[in-house]
């Protein structure tokens, strides 16, 4: 009397092996990407390198996602003098800062920090300038007024005020954590990931050729 055996072949269990491994890492880049992309700092008011004639009410500052207004901070300041007045105000993803209504003229630089909705802290910088209508002129007819009624201090006041109130010189992008786009070690378990696939579809196919062979055993020589 003879029954027919089917052995499993190794190749079949390093290729399950795998195939776990590969679920395993899968896993893995799922729950951490989510993680791994911070709050972005996409738009403000006054905007970066901005010339303002007029004295703005608010800071504003939207983010991609939403941010913890507890944890917030915005200070604005010419020199060592800050305008920043009352407490940050947040609004789902936006982010709003008081200023004192008698702000001097100046160039002002906004500093932020905030917390993600994963608890990532996020700080970054950005400019701004201040010029109260009229101030040019006021200070062109001072120096006239001054001046002994020759033409070369008129023209040396005509000079300065152009330097006073230029445009707005060329800054970095506002920070925002500098977390945009996925971490390069994600793009490497991706690649590891291809080439597990490839290794166990190759070992699974070399196994159903293995376990296509049957092998005949006589049970008789067994029973004595």
């Known amino acids: 009397?003879?029954?027919t055996r089917t052995t499993r072949p190794p190749v079949l269990r390093v290729a399950a092996a795998?195939?776990?491994?590969?679920a395993l890492?899968?896993?893995?880049?799922v729950v951490s990407a989510p993680a791994s992309a911070h709050a972005r700092l996409e738009k403000t008011s006054p905007a970066d390198g901005a010339s303002l004639t007029a004295a703005p009410p608010e800071i504003m500052l939207r983010f991609n996602e939403v941010v913890n207004g507890d944890l917030s901070e915005v200070t604005?300041?010419?020199?060592?003098?800050?305008?920043?007045?009352?407490?940050?105000?947040?609004?789902?993803?936006?982010?709003?800062?008081p200023l004192d209504s008698d702000m001097p003229e100046g160039d002002y630089t906004v500093t932020y920090k905030v917390v993600s909705a994963d608890g990532h802290p996020v700080?970054?910088?950005?400019?701004?300038?201040?010029?109260?209508?009229?101030?040019?002129?006021?200070?062109s007819d001072s120096a006239t007024s001054t001046s002994s009624g020759t033409s070369s201090?008129?023209?040396?006041s005509q000079g300065a005020a152009p330097s006073a109130t230029s445009g707005p010189?060329?800054?970095?992008?506002?920070?925002?954590?500098?977390?945009?786009g996925l971490p390069g070690?994600?793009?490497?378990?991706?690649?590891?990931?291809v080439i597990l696939v490839i290794i166990a579809v190759t070992l699974l196919a070399r196994g159903r050729r293995s376990s296509s062979e049957e092998e005949d055993i006589d049970l008789d020589d067994h029973r004595g």
């Open 153 to 156: 201090p008129s023209s040396s």
């Open 1 to 3: 009397m003879s029954t």
């Open 169 to 180: 010189s060329d800054s970095a992008a506002p920070a925002s954590g500098e977390d945009s």
């Open 76 to 97: 604005v300041k010419t020199g060592s003098t800050d305008v920043a007045k009352g407490s940050v105000d947040v609004e789902g993803d936006s982010l709003y800062q």
């Open 185 to 193: 070690w994600i793009w490497g378990v991706g690649a590891l990931g």
């Open 25 to 29: 890492l899968c896993a893995q880049v």
């Open 123 to 139: 700080s970054g910088t950005f400019d701004f300038t201040y010029t109260a209508p009229g101030g040019g002129e006021q200070d």
């Open 18 to 22: 795998l195939a776990g491994l590969l």
